[in-house]
């Protein structure tokens, strides 16, 4: 069904509430790879790209919990993220962090 001009369409929507984090990447002090898919383990549908400079910025995610990045299928061309915010942070509008992919 196409809707016509004018007509009002009932569309539902998944949201995530939760924090959003602007995080600094870098693995082994290198940062990551451009183009790296960043995934909220547990949640498929919460993920984020890496920039050209390393950073990641990720919308509704809990106090804690762990992001896993991939840029490739081989063993090596995957890390984790694992992060904790504080009451302060999930209520700010943006939180600024530095984040090691191990």
Not at 62 to 70: D, H, L
Not at 83 to 96: D, K, V
Request: proline content about 4%.
């Amino acid at each position: 069904m196409v809707p016509t001009k004018g007509a009002l369409v009932l569309a539902e929507f998944n949201a995530h509430a939760g924090a959003r984090v602007l995080m600094k990447t870098s693995k082994q002090g290198i940062p990551l790879r451009f183009g790296a898919i960043a995934t909220l383990d547990g949640i498929q549908t919460n993920s984020g790209i890496i920039d050209d400079d390393g950073s990641l910025y990720m919308s509704g995610l809990p106090a804690q919990g762990a992001i896993t990045v991939r840029w490739g299928e081989a063993p090596d061309q995957i890390c984790h993220i694992s992060y904790q915010l504080t009451e302060q942070q999930i209520n700010s509008a943006i939180t600024r962090m530095d984040a090691i992919c191990r």
